[in-house]
C-alpha cells in the first residue's frame, strides 16, 4: 500500500501524506475509512505521531475529514480545498511553458491530458 524509502531526503510524514495523496488521486481510495492512525504506524513501523502528522496535512489540503471516534476518511473530490487547486495549476502552468521550450509539441501535452483521464477538446 505505502512505500517508505528511508534514503529519500523527505521527512516520513510526507512520504506517507504523498502516498496516501496518490492512492486518492488513483481512486484507490474513495471515500474509504482511512487506517488509523495506530495501526498505520504498527504496519508501517513507525511512530503514530508521524501518521498523525501526515492525516493532519492530507486534511489541511483538503483530502481528508476526520469525524472524532469514527476516524479519517478519504474526501470527495470537492473536497480538495481551492488553494491547492490553484498551487497545482501554477506548477502546471510552469512545467508546460517549460516543456514546450524544451520541444515538445502542444498535440504531445495535450494527448498526455487525454491518458490521464482528461478531456481536451
Do not use: C, H, W
Not at 488513483?26 to 508521524?50: H, W, Y
Not at 480545498?81 to 495549476?89: A, G, I, S, T
Not at 508546460?96 to 494527448?111: F, K, S
Amino acid at each position: 500500500m505505502l512505500n517508505l524509502d528511508y534514503r529519500d531526503a523527505r521527512p516520513i510524514y510526507e512520504q506517507v501524506r504523498d502516498n496516501l495523496r496518490r492512492l486518492m488521486v488513483s481512486g484507490a481510495i474513495q471515500g474509504d475509512n482511512l487506517p488509523s492512525v495506530r495501526a498505520l504506524a504498527s504496519s508501517l513501523a513507525i511512530n503514530p505521531n508521524t501518521i498523525q502528522r501526515a492525516y493532519e496535512s492530507l486534511e489541511a489540503e483538503g483530502y481528508v475529514y476526520s469525524i472524532p471516534g469514527k476516524g479519517s476518511f478519504a474526501a470527495p473530490r470537492t473536497g480538495v480545498d481551492e488553494e491547492r487547486r490553484d498551487r497545482l495549476l501554477g506548477q502546471f502552468d510552469s512545467l508546460t511553458a517549460e516543456l514546450l521550450y524544451l520541444g515538445v509539441t502542444r498535440d504531445r501535452l495535450i494527448a498526455r491530458i487525454r491518458e490521464k483521464g482528461g478531456e481536451v477538446q
